[in-house]
């Protein structure tokens, strides 16, 4: 059974930082491209960043310069590296992954994460 499992959300002050990670485990053949997103109280889900599985990212311009996405392909593991923290970046924090798997390419998403910035 694949699952992607997150973790490394919390309460911080504003200014400060967290780093959230990303588990992927199962039955899978490879990662392509891993993102995270955030879904705050009464708004729709958004994009935060993404990685290729060559590397190449992109970010939401509310994070860019504060936010870095990376992932180790040896660990299946993708992260979120949050500096700089921000009140408005309180959100549910979920990873996403495109998976090829023996019958196809499929997108997970994990669970959630709650980060909370206090000001």
């Known amino acids: 059974q694949v699952q992607l499992v997150e973790s490394g959300g919390g309460l911080v002050q504003a200014g400060g930082s967290l780093r959230l990670s990303c588990v992927v485990s199962g039955s899978i053949i490879s990662i392509d491209a891993m993102g995270w997103y955030r879904q705050a109280p009464g708004k729709q889900r958004e994009l935060v960043a993404v990685i290729t599985s060559g590397g190449s990212t992109n970010y939401a311009d509310s994070v860019k310069g504060r936010f870095t996405i990376s992932r180790d392909n040896a660990k299946n593991t993708g992260y979120l590296q949050m500096n700089s923290l921000k009140p408005e970046d309180t959100a549910v924090y979920y990873c996403?992954?495109?998976?090829?798997?023996?019958?196809?390419?499929?997108?997970?998403w994990g669970q959630g994460t709650q980060v909370t910035v206090s000001s």
């Open positions: 996403n992954a495109d998976l090829t798997l023996i019958l196809g390419m499929r997108r997970y």
